[in-house]
Nanobody, 123 residues
Framework: QVQLVESGGGSVQSGGSLRLSCAASKYTYNIYYMGWFRQAPGKEREGVATISPGGVGIGYADSVKGRFTISKDNAKNTLYLQMNSLKPEDTAMYYC????????????????WGQGTQVTVSS
């Protein structure tokens, strides 16, 4: 069973930065494709970024390209999402997820989910 625990959320002003972390059980990042998703109240869960087990394949939603960076440290079993130039529309609960489908930013492609960490961006 894969366990994922997110951290690093918080409240920032527009234009600010946050770095989210996702800690996982050992070897998770060597095996699974990892993704970051977000869900705002009343909206569907949307994919933000994804990364392959080897770290070479990376994909982003158009809404975050150039502002967010996904990375991971397999030795530390930790996934990251660096978020810069944050906007109020980035406000959401952010989740990390693990799956076996290559570089897909759709919730159906992921089998394991964390509990989420809240990001709030004020204008």
């Amino acid at each position: 069973q894969v366990q994922l625990v997110e951290s690093g959320g918080g409240s920032v002003q527009s234009g600010g930065s946050l770095r989210l972390s996702c800690a996982a059980s050992k070897y998770t990042y060597n095996i699974y494709y990892m993704g970051w998703f977000r869900q705002a109240p009343g909206k569907e869960r949307e994919g933000v970024a994804t990364i392959s087990p080897g770290g070479v394949g990376i994909g982003y939603a158009d809404s975050v390209k150039g502002r967010f960076t996904i990375s991971k440290d397999n030795a530390k079993n930790t996934l990251y999402l660096q978020m810069n130039s944050l906007k109020p529309e980035d406000t959401a609960m952010y989740y990390c997820a693990a799956g076996r489908v290559a570089l897909v930013l759709r919730p159906w492609a992921y089998d394991y989910w964390g509990q989420g960490t809240q990001v709030t961006v004020s204008s």
